[in-house]
């Protein structure tokens, strides 16, 4: 019987709400990039680990896979840090880091591993790469939390709130760079686009 392929967007859909920062460091050189598929990863409390999931279409993916390092932000959503949220989502998820320095942009401290950490977030986990699983078109990373902050009391960004609040010309760019994310990433799939 062939998947009811709405039936299971529809479940899966919206299960991982809060958009996050995702900052690397390699070879001296850092960069980063949003994602929307953060979680943890541990059952032990004295133990963190952090799970995200990138697109091997990504310049971030190929830099946390070779330095085993990233920095998990989560963003702020109150009123007088929600600007900054959205200005280091614009930024991090709005272009690669292939086409240009993006991290300069932002305000910035080194984190234990040397990776940038954001000033500007509401906390985050930094990690080491324990395991990694490939998964064609991407690569699930978990790493051990070897530092963290919070530096807000406030509510984290969700996302429906984030979108509402993006101008919508940064929306039409990002659905633009999709595209080709999209295709390289069935073509690594199927071996063909569909
Ligand atoms: C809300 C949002 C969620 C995203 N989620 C992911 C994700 O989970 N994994 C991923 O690899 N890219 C994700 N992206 C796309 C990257 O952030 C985007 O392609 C970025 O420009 C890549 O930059 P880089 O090439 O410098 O790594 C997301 C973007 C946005 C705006």
Known sequence: MPVDVDAANRALAGLRPFPVAITTIDGGVANGLMSLSAGSASIIPEAPRATISLTKYNKTHDMVLNSGIFVMHM???????????????????????????KMSKLRTKNGVTGAPVLLDAHSYVEARVTASLDVQESTIFVGDVVG???????????IGEAWSKLPQEWIEQYDANHVPQLENARTRRFGTTV
Request: aromatic share 2%; net charge negative; hydrophobic share 35%.
């Open 75 to 101: 963003l702020s959503a109150e009123d007088g840090q929600i600007e900054k949220s959205l200005e280091i989502l614009r930024i991090l998820g709005g272009s690669s880091g292939r086409d240009g320095d």
């Open 148 to 158: 963290a902050e919070v530096f807000s009391d406030a509510g984290r960004l969700r």
